[in-house]
C-alpha cells in the first residue's frame, strides 16, 4: 500500500515556498523534483527543500522521475498545456489558482483528466483557512439560519509598485480576461460559492479607475443573485487598508472575518436582550472546531494567511493515497469557474 506520493514542483515562484515546504515536511510525501526554466532557481529550491532532482526541462523530468503527483505553479497561461503533460504521463495534478484562463479551458481539462483516470485540482486553499472552516460550520449546524447574504472582498494596492506594476516587464496576469484581478477572481468567486452555491443572474461593474493602458481593469464591484439570498463580491485598488473580508449573513445570524488579519467574529441576536458579540457567543454556545471563542482567537492569529494552503494539501495527499475524492471536487471548480465566467460575459455587464 502507497503511504508516501513521490511528488514534484513545477515553477518556483514566490508561492513555492508553501508548497515545497509542505512536501518537505509531510509524511505522506517525497520531495523527488523540482523544475524552473532558471536553473539556478531549480537548483537552489532542490537544495533548500531537500528533493532529489532538479531539472530545467518539465517533459525530461516527467520522463525520468516518474512523479505521483505534480504540483504546478507557473503563470496561468502555462498551466493547461502543462497539465496536460502531466496527465498524460499518468501523474495526479495539483495546479495553481486560475486553473485556466477561460471556463471552457477548464471543462476541456477536467474531461481530459478524467479520460486519463487522474485527478487534477485547482488550489482554493483560502476555503481551507480556519475561520472558514468555522463559518461553515456555524452554517451548517443552523446556527446561522438560512443563509441570505454573503459578501467578499478584497482590497489590494496593486498599482502600488510589486509585480503587477511594472510597464517595463508586465506581468503575464495582465494577458488573462479580466487582467490582474483574475489572479484574485479564484478567491473571490470559490469563497461565494462556497455558501451560495446556485445562482441566477450576475451584474458586474468592471472599471479601470486609475486609467493607463497596463491595468485592463483596477476596480470589480459585482452582485449575484440566488433565488432570496444574494452576494456582493468586490475588489478594489483604492481603498486601503489591505483587507480580505468574508461575512456571511442568516436568518439568524451573521458571522465574519478577516483572512489578512485573521479574527471571528459571531453575532446571535436574543430576543429581549442588549449583548456584546462575544457574550453572545457563548451564551449561545457556539462551538469552533472545538475551542472556545479566546483559544480559537488566539489559535487563529499565529496562523499565516496561507496556512489554508497545508490544510488543503494535507488532505489532497490523504484523498490520493487512500483513492478517495479530494477536497476540491470537480463541482466546487465548476461552480467557482462558471461564476467567473458569467462575471466576464459582456451581457452581465453594468
Given at each position: 500500500?502507497?503511504?508516501?506520493?513521490?511528488?514534484?514542483?513545477?515553477g518556483?515562484?514566490?508561492?513555492?515556498?508553501?508548497?515545497?515546504?509542505f512536501?518537505?515536511?509531510?509524511?505522506r510525501?517525497?520531495?523527488?523534483s523540482?523544475?524552473?526554466?532558471?536553473?539556478?532557481?531549480?537548483?537552489?529550491?532542490a537544495?533548500r527543500?531537500?528533493a532529489?532532482?532538479a531539472y530545467t526541462?518539465?517533459?525530461?523530468m516527467?520522463?525520468?522521475?516518474?512523479?505521483?503527483?505534480?504540483?504546478?505553479?507557473?503563470?496561468p497561461?502555462?498551466?493547461?498545456?502543462?497539465a496536460?503533460?502531466?496527465l498524460?504521463?499518468?501523474?495526479?495534478?495539483?495546479?495553481?489558482?486560475?486553473i485556466?484562463?477561460t471556463?471552457?479551458?477548464?471543462?476541456?481539462?477536467?474531461?481530459?483528466?478524467?479520460?486519463?483516470?487522474?485527478?487534477?485540482i485547482?488550489?482554493?486553499?483560502?476555503?481551507?483557512?480556519?475561520p472558514?472552516?468555522?463559518?461553515?460550520?456555524l452554517?451548517?449546524?443552523?446556527?446561522?439560519g438560512?443563509v441570505?447574504?454573503?459578501?467578499?472582498?478584497?482590497?489590494?494596492?496593486?498599482?502600488?509598485?510589486?509585480?503587477?506594476?511594472?510597464?517595463?516587464?508586465?506581468?503575464?496576469?495582465?494577458?488573462?480576461?479580466?487582467?490582474?484581478?483574475?489572479d484574485?477572481?479564484?478567491?473571490?468567486?470559490?469563497?461565494?460559492?462556497?455558501?451560495?452555491p446556485?445562482?441566477?443572474?450576475?451584474?458586474?461593474?468592471?472599471?479601470?479607475?486609475?486609467?493607463?493602458d497596463?491595468?485592463?481593469?483596477?476596480?470589480?464591484?459585482?452582485?449575484?443573485?440566488?433565488?432570496?439570498?444574494?452576494?456582493?463580491i468586490?475588489?478594489s485598488?483604492?481603498t486601503?487598508?489591505?483587507t480580505?473580508?468574508?461575512?456571511v449573513?442568516?436568518?439568524?445570524?451573521?458571522?465574519?472575518t478577516d483572512?489578512?488579519?485573521?479574527h471571528?467574529?459571531?453575532?446571535?441576536?436574543?430576543?429581549?436582550?442588549?449583548?456584546?458579540p462575544?457574550?453572545?457567543?457563548?451564551?449561545?454556545?457556539c462551538?469552533?472546531?472545538?475551542?472556545?471563542f479566546?483559544n480559537?482567537?488566539?489559535?487563529?492569529?499565529?496562523?499565516?494567511?496561507?496556512?489554508?494552503?497545508?490544510?488543503?494539501?494535507?488532505?489532497t495527499?490523504?484523498?490520493?493515497?487512500?483513492?478517495?475524492e479530494p477536497?476540491i471536487?470537480?463541482?466546487?471548480?465548476e461552480?467557482?469557474?462558471?461564476?467567473?465566467?458569467a462575471?466576464?460575459?459582456?451581457?452581465?455587464?453594468v
Amino acid at each position: 500500500m502507497v503511504t508516501k506520493l513521490k511528488s514534484a514542483v513545477i515553477g518556483t515562484g514566490a508561492i513555492s515556498k508553501e508548497h515545497l515546504s509542505f512536501i518537505s515536511k509531510s509524511e505522506r510525501a517525497h520531495l523527488a523534483s523540482v523544475c524552473d526554466l532558471s536553473k539556478v532557481s531549480a537548483k537552489y529550491a532542490a537544495q533548500r527543500f531537500g528533493a532529489d532532482s532538479a531539472y530545467t526541462d518539465y517533459r525530461q523530468m516527467l520522463d525520468e522521475v516518474k512523479p505521483d503527483i505534480v504540483h504546478i505553479l507557473t503563470p496561468p497561461h502555462t498551466h493547461k498545456r502543462i497539465a496536460k503533460d502531466c496527465l498524460e504521463a499518468g501523474v495526479h495534478v495539483f495546479c495553481e489558482k486560475p486553473i485556466t484562463p477561460t471556463y471552457d479551458e477548464f471543462k476541456e481539462l477536467w474531461t481530459f483528466a478524467q479520460s486519463h483516470n487522474r485527478w487534477v485540482i485547482e488550489n482554493q486553499n483560502y476555503c481551507f483557512n480556519e475561520p472558514i472552516l468555522a463559518i461553515e460550520k456555524l452554517v451548517a449546524d443552523g446556527t446561522l439560519g438560512e443563509v441570505q447574504e454573503v459578501e467578499v472582498r478584497i482590497a489590494l494596492p496593486v498599482r502600488d509598485g510589486g509585480a503587477f506594476a511594472d510597464e517595463n516587464l508586465p506581468n503575464p496576469i495582465h494577458k488573462m480576461p479580466a487582467g490582474v484581478i483574475h489572479d484574485f477572481m479564484t478567491h473571490l468567486c470559490s469563497m461565494t460559492v462556497r455558501f451560495l452555491p446556485k445562482f441566477e443572474r450576475v451584474s458586474a461593474a468592471w472599471s479601470n479607475h486609475g486609467g493607463g493602458d497596463l491595468f485592463r481593469y483596477d476596480d470589480l464591484d459585482a452582485i449575484v443573485i440566488g433565488g432570496s439570498a444574494h452576494a456582493r463580491i468586490r475588489f478594489s485598488c483604492h481603498t486601503p487598508p489591505k483587507t480580505f473580508t468574508v461575512t456571511v449573513r442568516g436568518s439568524k445570524g451573521y458571522a465574519e472575518t478577516d483572512l489578512f488579519q485573521p479574527h471571528l467574529r459571531c453575532v446571535i441576536p436574543r430576543a429581549g436582550e442588549q449583548l456584546s458579540p462575544l457574550i453572545n457567543h457563548f451564551l449561545n454556545g457556539c462551538d469552533l472546531i472545538g475551542a472556545s471563542f479566546t483559544n480559537f482567537r488566539n489559535k487563529i492569529m499565529q496562523q499565516t494567511t496561507y496556512e489554508g494552503i497545508h490544510r488543503l494539501l494535507d488532505k489532497t495527499y490523504e484523498a490520493v493515497i487512500d483513492g478517495k475524492e479530494p477536497p476540491i471536487s470537480f463541482e466546487d471548480m465548476e461552480r467557482t469557474h462558471h461564476l467567473i465566467n458569467a462575471l466576464l460575459l459582456e451581457v452581465n455587464h453594468v
